[in-house]
């Protein structure tokens, strides 16, 4: 049975996810944070963003993320897609700590061999799904998605593209909305 959510129709699927992000990962973000704190000043010290507050960053499921996890480093809003309730749960928590890394590490916007070194020593997966064996899962599903997609959404400035099967908001809208990595403006390309 579908049901309804700030007027959204939600199916029942959605429904355990929307509620298993709300009561079991939500309440441990302050915690999290300051593990993810802790473990990266003990790799780089001099590297570490201090906030007054641990309460600082959210979380929140969204069917249209096509990774596991990503953040808006503007709002420290973690989005979670499907793919990351195929993880378990010690995968969901490294994928929320990387996430988090790439505000409280300084200078973590990209993948670098030496930030995803730093990340390894300190304990922290280095790419949002860095599970080996899920790997190659995550990149069939991906490429899946993309070729079902009917809509590319592509920045700008920074050129990251996303896929939509839907003509959803930001497809219909996508003057409302900036890229999520760099904040540039984005434009939709009908595939
Ligand atoms: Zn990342
Ligand atoms: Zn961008």
Redesign the pocket.
């Known amino acids: 049975m579908a049901t309804f959510r700030n007027g959204k129709l939600v199916n029942p699927v959605m429904e355990q996810r929307i509620r298993e992000v709300e009561e079991v990962w939500a309440p441990q973000l302050p915690d999290i944070h300051k593990e993810v704190e802790e473990r990266l000043r003990r790799v780089v010290p001099n590297r570490v963003r201090n906030f007054k507050t641990y309460h600082l960053f959210e979380i929140e499921y969204d069917e249209n993320i096509q990774y596991a996890g990503q953040i808006n480093k503007l709002t420290y809003k973690i989005k979670v897609g499907p793919l990351f309730f195929r993880e378990t749960d010690e995968n969901k928590k490294q994928t929320i700590m990387?996430e988090m890394a790439?505000v409280i590490l300084i200078g973590f916007s990209k993948?670098t061999k030496g930030n995803r070194e730093i990340l390894r020593r300190a304990g922290i997966h280095a790419?949002?799904n860095d599970a080996p064996e899920l790997n190659e899962i995550y990149q069939q599903q991906k490429d899946n998605y993309i070729r079902r997609s009917n809509y590319a959404i592509k920045c700008i400035n920074c050129g990251a593209t996303s896929y939509r099967i839907q003509k959803s908001k930001v497809v219909q809208y996508p003057e409302r909305f900036r890229c999520s990595k760099c904040g540039g403006k984005l434009v939709v390309i009908s595939r």
Do not use: N, Q, S
């Open positions: 990387h790439h993948h790419i949002a």
